[in-house]
């Protein structure tokens, strides 16, 4: 069964660039067909897709986070990683890793999930 678990960035200020990484097991992100995502959900509001990388390498990105967005991999230690930069307490979310077979958005498309990590944007 594949595992996926988010690092822990905590609390994040304004302006400062979040970092978060996904460590995956029993399972390699370089295996043919899947997109390993970043997923996120604010307080009171629905899923927000970020974006995917490829079993490629190939990144995908929400045209409205595109801007400040990159996602980078590490095949030697099968983790992905999120760099948001320019971050605002509208940043504040449950961030998810995740993984399915296509790169359109589809929340019922993951079959696996990491459990969430919280990120606060405060001073």
């Known amino acids: 069964q594949v595992q996926l678990q988010e690092s822990d960035p905590g609390l994040v200020k304004p302006s400062q660039t979040l970092s978060l990484t996904c460590t995956v097991s029993?399972?390699?992100?370089?295996?043919?067909?899947?997109?390993w995502s970043w997923i996120r959900q604010p307080p009171g509001k629905g899923l927000e897709w970020i974006g995917d990388?490829?079993?490629?390498?190939?990144?995908y990105y929400s045209p409205s986070l595109k801007s400040r967005t990159s996602i980078s991999r590490d095949t030697s230690k099968n983790q992905f990683t999120l760099q948001l930069s320019s971050v605002t307490p509208e940043d504040t979310a449950v961030y998810y890793c995740?993984?399915?077979?296509?790169?359109?958005?589809?929340?019922?498309?993951?079959?696996?999930w990491g459990q969430g990590t919280q990120v606060t944007v405060s001073d």
């Open positions: 995740a993984r399915s077979q296509s790169s359109d958005y589809d929340p019922s498309g993951y079959d696996y």
């Open positions: 990388i490829a079993y490629s390498g190939s990144t």
């Open positions: 029993s399972g390699s992100i370089t295996t043919t067909y899947y997109y």
